[in-house]
């Protein structure tokens, strides 16, 4: 009842303002004099035709809903409607009035100056409204004092397109955040420099960012931090040594949470702002995807990720609980890892039903309990053993974890009646020199091996190269490198590898899932993202020395440190039997020439060498295999070797 009260008040509100700008249109106008009493023309007197022009506003209002519209929201498209209101109230009007009494003695300047008038009220009382609700008239205050117009926060340079710093300067004045005080905008049209978005001036255009921290040191008004409005990546612009330079000067480098992160603030009017991680400053431009198409995937179903404390797993997770999945389970062997992602979903996700879950994919009994007791919709298998020099001296336990610990995971899946099942491959697996990469060809086989019935499990496979940030990764390696001094370690200066960054990889891995629940079939399919260009170790290596803001080769020296044993120079994302196909933006999907497909007899196999921990046995049967699968002549597993290409 007070709701509708409310609204009730904005229609009469809307009627009162027209009324007034009715009457003050017909007592300006030229034969206005009339309701003076000097004469009267007309059989309608002036508080009839305003009470009638009055009626008719309020009903335009209401058939329009305006009281659904805040006065503190007042926008564009509001002033829109309301010109229209009032250009339909006085047609309406003048209709009326002529079938009463042909529209005698209603002056004809009155028509032109009513909804003039009642526009101008009806939105001037909502930009003040607005202006009050956003403090905007806090600085035309006259009993402000001097001291209180000194900055007394942090100054803060905004970096990013025009309309994106409008938006946020609006949230600041909404908010009456006090955090940082924005001293200037660096643009990305040099059209645009020069002008003011409420209050602020666009000082220079990204290409001149020097010059602009220089006018701004030169006015005392230097930042204590530079907010970028924009990914990074998208900044054309922004080199390696210009960041690290600022980072040198004790400039804080901060963004607004991702769209990813955007799901975690609900109801938050001003996003809270953090600082760049150095991965995202190395990233290539980001992708956009399709936000529908991984909703509709995640909303609602039951989820489980293994490998949920890894960096991808416990990345899959965040994203999952993002889209409000009905229930998470978190499934991995690592008990501190797979306690920091449980409680890390507590707290960023409080209300999406989770449960941890301890336990060891090479185990197929344990497996299949915890997947009838969790009865997952859709699975993502992201547990792997993946360092590849690690797996090179253990090969009985990557094999248990990375081929066994699929097979087990894709056997629990079809006995607990799940929808969809998601491996997470690499581009190691692509004619794998090591074995940590035959592991995961075989792992793919396992997945490619899967023929569902016409009601059974889809079963898809996701592969991609280096992930920025993740852990045992280049970067946190390099990272620690450079805190200590150096020198900063490479095995090779012309080693290259594709890069994305965890969240980036993880969205490519959803939207990769959704093209496969929305295709046609139930055959297992194997999916690559496309990963740009590759990237050079080495120059990885100088762009994180600058972004720390010191010299390479002078102040971080880089020292090559050879090959290591099955260490390619180059990695590729096809193998000589494949080819792809694109089926989605950004993910292509991989065709294999190869007939040759694993069996439950050499899962059985290579278990038992496994488990009696026969490692040259081990090695012998995962390549052997490998050569099968991709068509190659069988035979004894390589040596270990340093291979100079890839």
């Known amino acids: 009842m007070e709701r509708m009260a409310l609204q009730a008040q904005t229609i009469v509100a809307d009627m009162v303002l027209a009324a007034v700008a009715f009457a003050l249109a017909f007592i300006v106008s030229p034969s206005g004099l009339g309701v003076l009493g000097v004469e009267q023309a007309s059989s309608l007197s002036l508080a009839q035709l305003t009470l009638l022009y009055a009626a008719l506003a309020g009903v335009f209002s209401f058939l329009f809903r305006r009281e659904l519209s805040p006065w503190r929201y007042a926008s564009i498209p509001d002033a829109l409607v309301i ?16 079938v009463l009494d042909r529209a005698k003695g209603l002056p004809r300047s009155t028509l032109f100056m009513a909804p003039m008038l009642q526009m101008v009220a009806s939105m001037g009382v909502r930009i003040l409204r607005r202006a009050l609700h956003e403090h905007a008239l806090d600085s035309f205050s006259p009993l402000k004092t001097i001291t209180d117009r000194v900055t007394q926060s942090p100054s803060l340079l905004l970096i990013g397109p025009t309309s994106m710093a409008d938006t946020y300067l609006r949230d600041v004045g909404r908010s009456h955040d006090r955090s940082y005080t924005p ?24 290409e001149n960012l020097d010059e602009a921290l220089a006018d701004l040191r030169r006015w005392n008004r230097y930042p204590r931090a530079i907010l970028f409005l924009e990914e990074p990546a998208r900044l054309k612009g922004l080199t390696a040594d210009l960041l690290g ?67 991808i797993g416990a990345e899959l997770c965040r994203q999952v609980a993002s889209f409000q999945c009905a229930h998470l389970t ?33 185990n197929s009994a344990r497996v299949t309990k915890a997947f009838l007791a969790e009865k997952p919709d859709l699975v993502f298998h992201a547990a ?18 990375n081929v066994i610990g699929t097979w087990n995971v894709a056997e629990a899946v079809k006995t607990c009646g799940a929808g969809q099942m998601v491996l997470i491959s690499t581009d190691k697996a692509v004619d794998p020199t090591n074995v940590m990469g035959a592991t995961k060809r075989l792992a793919e086989s396992v997945i490619q091996a899967q023929q569902s ?10 592969r991609f190269g280096n992930v920025l940030g993740s852990a045992g990764s280049v970067v946190p390696i390099f990272k620690s490198q450079i805190e200590r001094g150096g020198p900063v370690t490479i095995t090779h200066p012309e080693m290259e590898r594709f890069f994305m960054t965890i969240p980036e990889a993880s969205q490519l891995v959803l939207h990769a899932t959704a093209t496969c629940a929305e295709g046609e079939g139930h055959e297992a399919r194997l999916f690559l993202l496309e990963m740009g260009e590759p ?41 000589e039997t494949e080819r792809s196909l694109p089926c989605a933006p950004k993910v292509l999907e991989v065709v294999s020439n190869s007939a040759r497909r694993i069996s439950a007899a050499h899962i059985i196999e290579i278990e038992a060498l496994a488990a009696r921990g026969d490692v040259d046995g081990v090695r012998r049967a995962l390549f052997n295999l490998v050569a099968e699968i991709r068509g190659d002549r069988s035979g004894p597993a390589p040596t270990l070797r340093v291979v100079a290409n890839g």
Do not use: Y
Not at 333 to 356: C, N, Q
Not at 542 to 553: E, F, K, V
């Open 83 to 98: 010109a229209r209101i009032a250009l339909l109230t006085v047609g309406v009007f003048l209709l009326w009035v002529f």
């Open 535 to 575: 990237v050079r170790i080495i120059d990885l290596a100088r762009q994180m020395i600058a972004l720390s803001g010191r010299t390479p080769g002078k102040e971080i020296e880089i020292e090559i440190t050879g090959l290591r044993p099955g260490e390619k120079l180059t990695e590729a994302l096809l193998d």
């Open 245 to 311: 330079r600022l980072k040198t000067d004790g400039i804080r480098l901060l963004r607004l949470p991702s769209i990813v992160e955007l799901a975690q603030h609900d109801g938050v009017t001003l996003l809270p702002m953090r600082e760049i991680k150095i991965e995202e400053l190395l990233a290539r431009e980001p992708i956009e995807l399709d936000r529908n198409a991984i909703g509709n995937l995640i909303r609602g179903r039951r989820v489980l990720v293994t490998g949920a404390g890894g960096s």
């Open 330 to 362: 978190l499934l991995d062997f690592a008990e501190t890892a797979l306690f920091e992602i449980e409680r890390e979903m507590g707290e960023t996700f409080p209300g999406v039903s989770r449960k941890a879950v301890l336990c060891d994919v090479a």
């Open 453 to 462: 019935s016409s009601h059974g499990a889809r079963f898809s496979a996701v």
């Open 384 to 401: 792997a053993l993946k360092h590849v020099s690690m797996v090179e001296r253990h090969p009985c336990e990557g094999a248990l974890t």
């Open 183 to 206: 001293v200037g905008i660096v643009g990305t049209d040099a059209r645009d420099v020069g002008q003011q978005v409420r209050g602020v001036c666009i000082i220079e255009s990204l």
